[in-house]
């Protein structure tokens, strides 16, 4: 590539923050946007990155509240809870022909950024990575890898690979894939049946998968029946598999949000995955009542026995 993007960041959280400073690092111009409390902390400091993975930096960027001149992109990174209040940050008409790419987990919000802004300029990524802010500015990026599929099928190609280039040069793996129902359904039917379960019990995978594996097998092939009728892909013994994998001590973000008593995708990821089972007529009793169950407070059960 060897162009200097301007890039916006809305939400410089765990994975705004890491993707704003590496790309700033790399030598494009970042401006981070958030609410004034944290514009001012990041004018001050910058963004500090703590990543065994891509090393321990601090880095300049710009901060303000609002888009207010074109940019090539815009990397829409608040959690589903805030993205309403968030977008008012980016006018449409102010984002011109500047590319906006969510990386919140779940399927639906790129129809509703399609209903804001230029459908054809919406290009949804998904991004695997474990990465904490920790307070406004600093984060701690936990996972010894950090990857992201691109997608966007209405955008024009080269727009994709030129940001893909810049992502991949900066730090994380980025790959343009065509698929975009299969890239936001392959992340959903991983996470969904993790987040959960981890969240409603209040206990780590290792518990999940020992304790509760008669509903994680539940979720995983209700998740996955519902992931093919909607056109994405469908492997439940290869989640179960994974799951397996992964050290019993691993938690889901969502679980690490209940424990901090900050509010819950819950909907964004159990409540989208109930609606794409009603819209395709596709039994989900397992999913449907530990949302439900979720929806009564995280980690009730686990609470009432202590
Ligand atoms: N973290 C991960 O490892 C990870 C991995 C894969 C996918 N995801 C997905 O990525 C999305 C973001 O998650 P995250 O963990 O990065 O969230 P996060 O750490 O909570 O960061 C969210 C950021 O949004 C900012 N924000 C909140 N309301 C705002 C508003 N009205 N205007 C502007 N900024 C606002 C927060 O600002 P303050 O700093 O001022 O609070 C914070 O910096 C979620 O959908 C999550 O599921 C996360």
Redesign the pocket.
């Known amino acids: 590539m060897g162009n200097e993007l301007t890039v916006a960041v ?8 890491l993707l704003a400073a590496l790309l700033s690092r790399a030598g494009h111009r970042v401006i981070c ?3 004034e ?2 514009a001012r902390v990041l004018r001050t400091d910058g963004l500090r990155i703590r990543s065994a993975h891509f090393g321990d930096f601090t880095t300049r960027v710009e901060a303000d509240t609002h888009v207010r001149e074109p940019v090539d992109a815009c990397l829409v ?4 809870t ?1 993205l309403d ?2 977008l008012a ?1 980016v006018p449409a008409p102010a984002l011109a022909d500047g590319l906006l790419v969510p ?4 399927v639906e919000h790129p129809a509703t950024l399609r209903a804001r802004y230029r459908p054809d300029r919406v290009a949804p990524a998904v ?7 920790v307070a ?1 500015g600093v984060i701690e990026h936990g996972s010894p890898f950090a990857e992201i599929d691109l997608t966007g099928t209405a955008v024009p190609r080269n727009r994709l690979d030129t940001l893909a280039e810049a992502l991949t040069a900066a730090g994380p793996a980025t790959r343009v894939q065509d698929d975009e129902t299969a890239a936001l359904w392959a992340k959903m039917s991983f996470l969904a049946p993790m987040a959960l379960l981890t969240t409603r019990h209040g206990v780590p995978l290792g518990d999940v998968r020992t304790r509760h594996r008669d509903e994680l097998i539940a979720l995983v092939e209700e998740t996955a029946a519902i992931s093919r009728a909607c056109g994405g892909p469908a492997d439940p013994a290869q989640a179960l598999d994974r799951y397996d994998a992964f050290p019993p001590s691993m938690k889901s ?1 969502m679980q690490r949000d209940a424990e901090a008593g ?1 509010p819950l ?1 819950r909907d ?1 990821i159990g409540g989208a995955l109930l609606r794409a089972a009603e819209r395709h007529g596709i039994p989900a009793p397992v999913t449907a009542r530990v949302v439900r169950e979720l929806a009564a407070g995280p980690g009730a059960e686990a609470s009432r026995r202590r």
């Open positions: 809305l939400g410089p959280g765990g994975v705004g923050g946007l958030s609410g409390e944290t990174a608040v959690k589903h805030s209040a968030a940050r990386f919140l987990n779940g991004i695997r990575v474990e990465s904490t802010r406004p973000s900050r995708e964004a």
